[in-house]
């Protein structure tokens, strides 16, 4: 540490012819003022004593801070210099003063730098350096050359004790042979012991608090290593691909799982998605059924397979619908009036006189000018023989059959023509009715029709015999009860 | 110094070997993890694709830390009903009442009673105090899940949360109702950040990072797009010490993407050094250009940026620190309160780390 106020100490040696038996010699006024304006190289430098040396010159101690008149001390410094001999031999330069400079450090760190030289003027001529070195170094008597650096270290530690010297008065006396006392001001290190402080206890501790981490290290062979193991056990990004793909929660969601309130709602609105979705099923499946009825077939033995499964389902409702009902009187009497009077005029004496007793004459009268033709003749093996002629008009097939269904009639087989809009249909039948011979006459009746040309008027009638079956089903079917 | 482990060393015997990792098992496997501001209390959400999944609620020392003393409490843990994406609690540590916030199929406010630990033998579990929920307003018969969620750190009224169905929803959770709801991507939103003034930035599966502003929510800046085409990216981080930095996770990656705000588009860095993919990233809390990440190959690096963007040598960052935990790294949390703590969760344990 470099101190704030630095003081310097200047020595300067200057060549002199002087006998050296003298102690004491006064110099001449100009060498005097010749030597201090060549000492006085750095500014504020005050001359504490000079001190002649008989042989080469003058030993002038200066310093740059203020000084006081201390008499003793100058004493002590000259008698200190007069008692070594020099022994120390200085380069030296032409015409340039030779200054050593003592730095003052409190570390005890001393920079010295000593030269020598003759002072220009004086009776001694100049000489070149080599020349003047080789002039000193021949001079073995010679008293300056011999100051050795032991001397100046002494002299350093006078320098030292002005240190401790206190000062009283700060003044100075221009007077070259008077003696002065070097006074020292106090340093203030408060500063520099902090940091000194702190860098100390740099270089000196360490981390209370280690880190868990370590320094980073390129392993490339460890990579491979190490890379394989912790790899090949799970999918990379496991845990982080599930949370952003919502931890789960929308699977669970979907399955209907209900734990908290909120999600109970959640399934209350699932219920009636639910509910939402069976309803619209449901419609989807009565729009398809309805499409399908409505699509109308060209093809002849579509309509023909058609035609007979309709048939037989036609016949299977009549059946449950006989054996399950239970008619009133009433439609029961307007239907047997009905068929009664669709048979004709030309039926046995007994079994006209029974049927017709009971029927008004209006209705009959009524429907004998609507039938323009009814032939009936019983042949044997109690067969009947019918023939009919009429206009063609809207449901009368399905009325011929009625009847006959309603007089209990085995229908053997069935002649069906039409020419300019007459019907002209033959019939024979026996008395005694069964289920599966019905159904042969059905089928008998279709092939009929199609070798005919009738297919579509028939397929016609059916639809419309669907409606009708639907509306008066049960008054059509009263009579074969009675039978 | 400890050398990096090998990874056939066991988790334990780890923690022998490192006096300055202290761990803590828990019966499930762990995935999200919440420094308490306010307390020295670390929230730690099990990871079980069930309905009923666990938050525990480990305690620590801060100043003395020994192993006895990173531990759970019985009493503050709680059921939750699926698995939380992420935990949160209250930023400001002087509020009153120590909310903790978590996201799943809804975002909850739980009501953690933080403020006598000594006594937890008597404390009472931490109450829902609310769930916010889209089902309500949307009438729609599903919610969809929430990826992550952030909370507003200046305005604490505010959360931010992230859905799978595109969308990033601002919530006013003293009102409990939404405050703004954006469609932000095209895809799912992985994570949302906030970042300083009503502004915040959004990841997604479409391989976008968006902006966004609440005083302008008609436009928003796309920042960055992930190198190959639709690679999702999965999570975000913003440098909340320096604004001007985000860290991104793309999928199946080992890379950290480090972005500038002053320089859209193109990445500042991007660190390359984890020899599996990343799992997790955050920031120093107190340090402008300090992140940490984990990954898959079971370490957590400490890496520093440079600091001038040109500065970055060619052949890529090395991170300063490591820790080798010896198992997939899920979960990482650096918080603001607790600088020289780094937490990390693998397989069902949590881990505290020093700095």
Request: proline share 7%.
């Given at each position: 540490m470099r101190s704030s106020h630095r003081r310097r100490f200047f020595v300067s040696f200057a060549p002199k012819s002087s006998p050296p038996a003298s102690t004491c010699v006064d110099l001449p006024p100009a060498a005097h003022n010749e030597l201090r304006s060549s000492a006085n190289k750095s500014s504020f430098t005050h001359t504490i004593v000079c001190v002649p040396f008989i042989m080469h010159g003058v030993l002038e101690l200066g310093t740059t801070d203020p000084v006081s008149e201390d008499p003793a001390l100058v004493d002590r410094i000259t008698a200190s210099l007069w008692d070594t001999p020099p022994r120390a031999a200085f380069s030296s330069e032409a015409g340039v003063a030779d200054i050593v400079v003592f730095e003052d450090l409190d570390h005890g760190n001393t920079a010295v730098e000593a030269t020598t030289t003759m002072v220009p003027g004086e009776p001694e001529p100049h000489a070149v350096a080599g020349g003047e070195v080789a002039e000193c170094e021949s001079n073995a008597h010679n008293d300056l050359e011999q100051i050795t650096m032991d001397d100046i270290g002494e002299l350093y530690s006078l320098c030292e004790e002005l240190d401790v010297l206190d000062d009283d008065s700060s003044s100075w006396v221009a007077d070259p042979w008077s003696s002065f006392q070097l006074v020292p001001t106090a340093e203030a290190t408060d500063v520099d012991d902090a940091v000194v402080a702190a860098l100390g206890a740099i270089d000196g501790s360490c981390r209370p608090s280690p880190s868990s981490f370590v320094a980073w290290k390129r392993t490339p062979d460890s990579d491979e290593v190490q890379a394989v193991p912790l790899i090949s056990g799970e999918p990379p990004q496991k845990l982080l691909k599930k949370a952003v793909a919502g931890a789960g929660a929308w699977m669970n969601n979907a399955?209907?799982?209900?734990?908290?309130?909120?999600?109970?709602?959640?399934?209350?609105?699932?219920?009636?998605?639910?509910?939402?979705?069976?309803?619209?099923?449901?419609?989807?499946?009565?729009?398809?059924?309805?499409?399908?009825?409505?699509?109308?077939?060209?093809?002849?033995?579509?309509?023909?397979?058609?035609?007979?499964?309709?048939?037989?389902?036609?016949?299977?409702?009549?059946?449950?619908?006989?054996?399950?009902?239970?008619?009133?009187?009433?439609?029961?009497?307007?239907?047997?009036?009905?068929?009664?009077?669709?048979?004709?005029?030309?039926?046995?004496?007994?079994?006209?006189?029974?049927?017709?007793?009971?029927?008004?004459?209006?209705?009959?009268?009524?429907?004998?000018?609507?039938?323009?033709?009814?032939?009936?003749?019983?042949?044997?093996?109690?067969e009947l023989l019918l023939e009919l002629q009429c206009q063609w008009k809207e449901l009368l097939m399905t009325r011929v059959f009625d009847a006959i269904k309603g007089v209990s009639l085995d229908v053997l087989s069935v002649q069906a023509s039409t020419s300019d809009g007459l019907l002209g249909l033959k019939i024979q039948a026996k008395v005694v009715v069964s289920a599966a011979k019905s159904s042969q006459q059905i089928c008998s009746i279709v092939y009929l029709s199609i070798y005919q040309s009738l297919y579509l008027r028939l397929f016609g009638v059916l639809i419309l015999a669907i409606l009708l079956l639907h509306a008066c089903s049960l008054p059509h079917l009263l009579p074969s009860n009675l039978g | 110094m400890e050398q990096p482990k090998p990874p056939s060393v066991a988790a334990s015997a780890a923690e022998a070997q490192n006096p300055n990792a202290f761990t803590c098992?828990?019966?499930?496997?762990?995935?999200?993890?919440?420094?308490?501001?306010?307390?020295?209390?670390?929230?730690?959400?099990?990871?079980?694709?069930?309905?009923?999944?666990?938050?525990?609620?480990?305690?620590?020392?801060?100043?003395?830390?020994?192993?006895?003393?990173?531990?759970?409490?019985?009493?503050?843990?709680?059921?939750?009903?699926?698995?939380?994406?992420?935990?949160?609690?209250?930023?400001?540590?002087?509020?009153?009442?120590?909310?903790?916030?978590?996201?799943?199929?809804?975002?909850?406010?739980?009501?953690?009673?933080?403020?006598?630990?000594?006594?937890?033998?008597?404390?009472?579990?931490?109450?829902?105090?609310?769930?916010?929920?889209?089902?309500?307003?949307?009438?729609?018969?599903?919610?969809?899940?929430?990826?992550?969620?952030?909370?507003?750190?200046?305005?604490?009224?505010?959360?931010?949360?992230?859905?799978?169905?595109?969308?990033?929803?601002?919530?006013?959770?003293?009102?409990?109702?939404?405050?703004?709801?954006?469609?932000?991507?095209?895809?799912?939103?992985?994570?949302?950040?906030?970042?300083?003034?009503?502004?915040?930035?959004?990841?997604?599966?479409?391989?976008?990072?968006?902006?966004?502003?609440?005083?302008?929510?008609?436009?928003?800046?796309?920042?960055?797009?992930?190198?190959?085409?639709?690679?999702?990216?999965?999570?975000?981080?913003?440098?909340?010490?320096?604004?001007?930095?985000?860290?991104?996770?793309?999928?199946?990656?080992?890379?950290?993407?480090?972005?500038?705000?002053?320089?859209?588009?193109?990445?500042?860095?991007?660190?390359?050094?984890?020899?599996?993919?990343?799992?997790?990233?955050?920031?120093?809390?107190?340090?402008?250009?300090?992140?940490?990440?984990?990954?898959?190959?079971?370490?957590?690096?400490?890496?520093?940026?440079?600091?001038?963007?040109?500065?970055?040598?060619?052949?890529?960052?090395?991170?300063?620190?490591?820790?080798?935990?010896?198992?997939?790294?899920?979960q990482l949390q650096w918080a603001a309160a607790y600088p020289e703590w780094i937490s990390i969760a693998f397989e069902n344990k949590v881990q505290l780390l020093r700095v």
């Open positions: 399955d209907g799982s209900a734990a908290t309130m909120t999600t109970d709602q959640g399934s209350s609105i699932k219920n009636h998605v639910m509910s939402e979705r069976r309803r619209r099923e449901k419609l989807k499946e009565i729009r398809s059924e309805f499409m399908r009825c409505l699509l109308l077939q060209v093809d002849k033995a579509s309509i023909l397979a058609e035609t007979i499964a309709y048939l037989k389902e036609l016949e299977k409702r009549v059946e449950e619908l006989e054996s399950s009902s239970q008619p009133s009187p009433r439609p029961m009497e307007t239907t047997r009036r009905r068929c009664c009077k669709s048979t004709g005029k030309k039926v046995s004496a007994g079994a006209r006189a029974k049927r017709k007793a009971p029927a008004p004459e209006d209705t009959d009268g009524e429907r004998r000018h609507c039938v323009s033709n009814v032939n009936v003749t019983i042949m044997d093996n109690k | 098992e828990l019966p499930h496997s762990i995935y999200a993890l919440a420094f308490s501001p306010s307390a020295p209390v670390l929230a730690a959400g099990s990871f079980l694709e069930d309905l009923h999944n666990r938050v525990s609620l480990l305690s620590f020392d801060p100043v003395h830390p020994t192993a006895a003393s990173f531990r759970a409490l019985p009493a503050l843990s709680f059921d939750h009903p699926y698995p939380p994406t992420k935990l949160q609690f209250h930023p400001r540590a002087a509020s009153a009442p120590h909310l903790l916030a978590s996201s799943s199929d809804a975002l909850r406010l739980w009501l953690a009673p933080l403020d006598d630990l000594a006594a937890t033998a008597t404390a009472a579990a931490p109450e829902l105090r609310s769930v916010l929920d889209n089902r309500k307003t949307s009438a729609s018969e599903f919610c969809a899940p929430l990826t992550s969620f952030d909370w507003n750190e200046a305005e604490p009224r505010r959360i931010g949360t992230a859905s799978i169905d595109t969308t990033c929803t601002i919530w006013d959770i003293e009102r409990g109702v939404v405050e703004t709801q954006l469609i932000a991507h095209d895809k799912a939103v992985h994570d949302i950040a906030w970042g300083e003034n009503g502004i915040f930035a959004s990841v997604s599966a479409d391989g976008s990072v968006r902006v966004f502003d609440l005083r302008d929510k008609e436009h928003s800046t796309i920042f960055y797009e992930s190198p190959r085409p639709d690679t999702p990216l999965l999570r975000l981080a913003w440098n909340r010490y320096d604004f001007h930095y985000m860290a991104t996770l793309l999928m199946d990656s080992s890379a950290v993407v480090v972005l500038d705000m002053r320089a859209p588009g193109v990445p500042v860095a991007e660190l390359h050094r984890h020899r599996a993919c990343a799992n997790a990233v955050a920031w120093a809390p107190q340090a402008t250009r300090h992140l940490c990440s984990a990954g898959d190959d079971g370490q957590a690096l400490i890496w520093e940026l440079p600091a001038t963007p040109g500065a970055v040598p060619a052949e890529g960052i090395d991170p300063v620190m490591v820790y080798d935990a010896g198992a997939e790294i899920n």
